[in-house]
């Protein structure tokens, strides 16, 4: 059975930090709260606070400054390129794609899928597992839901290497055709077998990049569970030591 696990406090609150950020609250060149202001908004303790800002601070979003503080960096360019990665999901074309499909199969709907895909708990639904790999390491698992009915008649549950991209075989199968995506980015600790596929240590968290693709009628009819190991996202900074 698989629980869904929260995510640690420091995560939570570099998300609220990192929202802040992204809405303007927080704006660019200045200066963040305090670690004690932080304590006191949020009721976290210091070393909660202190692990939060070096979390956004590894990932670009702040800096320290000497003689200033914390100063905000703003939305670093790499996280573009994370929010890309869902739609890739629709695209992807496994057959030539680096990287391998780990599990075909019909699966109880997991929670966070339920709601987008507009099922009810513990409805059956099909899913497709990929690893992606670079150089051998695995970058990125990908976990797509199909509601049954849907893949009846096509060749998604196929344990072969689906060519072309899932989209492109349900509009072709299925006569129905993708309209928009939306997607829900959040940070949260694996489920055991993700951590195993991703290689990750106990408690490193994954950035989950959850894609919903819906017609124009707002049906979903794809949801992907895009995960990336949060200790693999590499940012490079250049200071002048004093």
Known sequence: MAYEVEAPKYVRLAQTIQQRIE???YPPGTRVPSENQLVQSFGMSRPTVVRALELLKRDGWLESRQGYGTIVRGRPAGVEQKDRRGSEALARDES??????VEVGRVSVPARVASALGLPKRAKVLMRRFLVEEDGEPVELVSSYFPAGLADGTELESADPLSGGTRAHIEARKKVRFDHVTERVSARLPEHEEAELLELPEGVPVLSVLVIACDASGQALQVSDVLL??????????????
């Open 23 to 25: 809405d303007g609250t």
């Open 96 to 101: 030539r794609a680096a990287g391998r499909l």
């Open 229 to 242: 190991p949060a200790d693999r996202q590499e940012l490079e900074d250049t200071y002048r030591l004093s």
